[in-house]
């Protein structure tokens, strides 16, 4: 079983300035990760993902991640966020022992409500 | 790829009706899953499709709800008698772990709301 934790339910940010969006999990297995963006009533986006490599992974919108193994995270990160960036932000995670086979189906935390303050 | 295709995008049902969703995948995903996201939570995993062939279900899919993909390509969820509680966004997503490069990639569609008044 796998389980995601992201720490902070909101975010409040400036615009221009940088953020940091937590994400914590817990898995017996390698898994992969990902983080996901959700515009208002809408479905979710793929931000960036880790599959294997290089631990600083970049994304869209200016987005990046690291993979910590040590301290099984995966935080996103932007140096400096536009008020476009407003969203909510899932991290997720998907076992590797899956890929061949049987459901690779994502584990989603419950998410991190960026907002963006002018 | 046009992406995920869902329809209707939102219903609005009398509590006892039922009610249906299409999803779309991508064409030539082989994989096609359903979610389900309540206001403020992260989507959770109802079932999952590889061609026609259900391969898992969640414990949260109660015998109310029922999942086809009979030919391999779209989806149905249809949810019987519905109750208030079955009120959130209905997601669709697909994947192609044969494509290069995806790895386990999900793509998701713009969801379906439900709301039983």
């Known amino acids: 079983a796998q389980s995601v934790t992201q720490l902070d339910s909101q975010v409040p940010v400036f615009e221009e300035a940088p953020v940091e969006l937590r994400c914590n999990y817990s898995s017996s297995v390698s898994v992969y990760l990902f983080w996901y963006v959700q515009y208002p009533n809408q479905g979710l986006q793929l931000l960036l993902k880790y599959l294997s490599g290089s631990t600083l992974v970049k994304g869209i919108n200016g987005f990046e991640a690291e993979f910590n193994k040590s301290q099984t995270s995966f935080h996103l990160r932007k140096p400096s966020v536009h008020i476009s960036d407003t969203a909510e932000y899932f991290c997720?995670?998907?076992?590797?022992?899956?890929?061949?086979?049987?459901?690779?189906?994502?584990?989603f935390g419950k998410g991190t409500h960026l907002i963006i303050q002018p | 790829d046009t992406g995920v295709s869902q329809n209707p995008r939102h219903k609005i049902t009398k509590r006892g009706q039922n009610v249906t969703f299409r999803c779309d995948p991508i064409s030539e995903h082989n994989r096609l899953y359903w979610y389900r996201q309540t206001l403020g939570q992260g989507p959770e995993f109802l079932t999952y499709f590889q061609n026609e062939a259900q391969l898992e279900k969640s414990r949260l899919l109660s015998d109310r709800f029922s999942a086809e993909r009979p030919k391999g390509s779209f989806s149905t969820l249809e949810i019987q008698r519905t109750e208030q509680g079955d009120s959130a966004m209905y997601l669709c997503?697909?994947?192609?772990?044969?494509?290069?490069?995806?790895?386990?990639?999900?793509?998701f569609g713009e969801g379906s709301w439900l709301t039983v008044v």
């Open positions: 997503a697909s994947s192609s772990p044969r494509r290069g490069g995806s790895g386990n990639t999900i793509y």
């Open positions: 997720a995670v998907s076992d590797r022992l899956y890929s061949g086979g049987g459901a690779d189906g994502l584990t």
